[in-house]
């Protein structure tokens, strides 16, 4: 699969301050690719050197493999950039700013009116196109925001935490607009400090911390490169010894322990454990009374990877 993004030993210094430090990875072309990390972690900084907003102190990056420092006019035209902060001017009606961002792309006459109207249904707001974007809510900003990074056809489009702050009918909208766009080919960089919308959203993730990328892969590779779960289930009490017995010999067991009147059971892999358990369970005729399944995610990757959580 072709490289839309290439990043080889990244780095942008302020100072004394290194807020990215030799970072590399590549984008695949049609991908959505996670960045991964909590605030302060050098993700934006990173997005701002891909937009060339930045200029990094040393290493390099191409997009659609063009030099971001020696083809930087070049490389504008492939990119459609969503900042974090919000880039609209508020007393002007959202038509009125899609209009005037997509004259900036060099867009005028029936292709700017059909963009316009396209990103409008796009983000569900053609019925307030209108009114004054100081007039709407913060998830309705960011989703106008959105659609001022798509008027030009950009062939990749960088999302910079793009629910900060927003409604669930916002956000709902905002993963629903991913998907659609990465469906239709839109290759798309996404960061963010929730790991929810990295499991839901990313073919790959790069989790960074402190300017450093710490681990990249699907998120299903890095959560199960976290071997572990837990089962808590409870049972009446007459059948508990004799599934404790039996549980243990399990190659799927790490440990068994009685808690607060349940089972605590540490797993190396807590779904094929559940099943082994239920099995014996079942041989024994014992009632479940309760049972619950926590497996590792996105967090405890990086918990286990840095010692912090996410958004601590």
Same mark, same amino acid.
């Given at each position: 699969?072709?490289?839309?993004?290439?990043?080889?030993?990244?780095?942008?210094?302020?100072?004394?301050?290194?807020?990215?430090?030799?970072?590399?990875?590549?984008?695949?072309?049609?991908?959505?690719?996670?960045?991964?990390?909590?605030?302060?972690?050098?993700?934006?900084?990173?997005?701002?050197?891909?937009?060339?907003?930045?200029?990094?102190?040393?290493?390099?990056?191409?997009? =659609? @493999?063009? #030099?971001?420092?020696? &083809?930087?006019?070049?490389?504008?035209?492939?990119?459609? !950039?969503?900042?974090?902060? /919000?880039?609209?001017?508020?007393?002007?009606?959202?038509?009125?700013?899609?209009?005037?961002?997509?004259?900036?792309?060099?867009?005028?006459?029936?292709?700017?009116?059909?963009?316009?109207?396209?990103?409008?249904?796009?983000?569900?707001?053609?019925?307030?196109?209108?009114?004054?974007?100081?007039?709407?809510?913060?998830?309705?900003?960011?989703?106008?925001?959105?659609?001022?990074?798509?008027?030009?056809?950009?062939?990749?489009?960088?999302?910079?935490?793009?629910? =900060? @702050?927003? #409604?669930?009918?916002? &956000?709902?909208?905002?993963?629903?607009?991913?998907?659609? !766009?990465?469906?239709?080919? /839109?290759?798309?960089?996404?960061?963010?400090?929730?790991?929810?919308?990295?499991?839901?959203?990313?073919?790959?993730?790069?989790?960074?911390?402190?300017?450093?990328?710490?681990?990249?892969?699907?998120?299903?590779?890095?959560?199960?490169?976290?071997?572990?779960?837990?089962?808590?289930?409870?049972?009446?009490?007459?059948?508990?010894?004799?599934?404790?017995?039996?549980?243990?010999?399990?190659?799927?067991?790490?440990?068994?322990?009685?808690?607060?009147?349940?089972?605590?059971?540490?797993?190396?892999?807590?779904?094929?454990?559940?099943?082994?358990?239920?099995?014996?369970?079942?041989?024994?005729?014992?009632?479940?009374?309760?049972?619950?399944?926590?497996?590792?995610?996105?967090?405890?990757?990086?918990?286990?990877?840095?010692?912090?959580?996410?958004?601590?």
């Amino acid at each position: 699969m072709t490289n839309i993004v290439e990043v080889k030993d990244l780095v942008k210094k302020y100072g004394d301050n290194v807020a990215v430090k030799g970072i590399s990875f590549a984008i695949r072309q049609g991908e959505i690719f996670g960045l991964l990390g909590p605030n302060g972690a050098g993700k934006t900084t990173t997005i701002s050197l891909l937009s060339c907003l930045l200029t990094p102190t040393s290493g390099s990056a191409s997009v =659609v @493999g063009l #030099d971001l420092v020696k &083809r930087t006019r070049e490389v504008k035209k492939y990119i459609g !950039l969503v900042p974090q902060d /919000l880039a609209l001017y508020p007393t002007l009606s959202a038509r009125d700013n899609l209009n005037f961002f997509g004259r900036v792309y060099g867009l005028s006459g029936k292709a700017l009116n059909e963009r316009v109207d396209w990103t409008l249904e796009l983000v569900g707001l053609t019925d307030r196109a209108k009114d004054a974007v100081e007039t709407f809510s913060g998830g309705m900003k960011r989703r106008i925001n959105i659609a001022a990074g798509l008027l030009h056809k950009p062939d990749i489009l960088f999302l910079d935490e793009p629910t =900060v @702050g927003v #409604d669930p009918q916002s &956000r709902n909208y905002i993963f629903d607009n991913v998907e659609r !766009l990465n469906r239709e080919g /839109l290759t798309i960089l996404y960061t963010t400090h929730y790991m929810e919308e990295a499991e839901r959203l990313c073919h790959r993730v790069a989790i960074i911390d402190m300017g450093q990328i710490i681990a990249l892969d699907s998120p299903k590779a890095l959560t199960e490169s976290i071997s572990g779960g837990m089962i808590h289930i409870g049972l009446v009490n007459g059948k508990a010894d004799a599934l404790v017995e039996r549980a243990c010999k399990l190659s799927m067991i790490k440990d068994i322990r009685r808690v607060d009147g349940k089972l605590e059971i540490q797993t190396h892999r807590a779904q094929q454990a559940l099943i082994d358990v239920l099995e014996i369970a079942n041989q024994l005729d014992a009632k479940v009374t309760s049972l619950q399944v926590f497996e590792p995610n996105l967090e405890t990757v990086f918990l286990r990877l840095t010692g912090k959580r996410l958004r601590d």
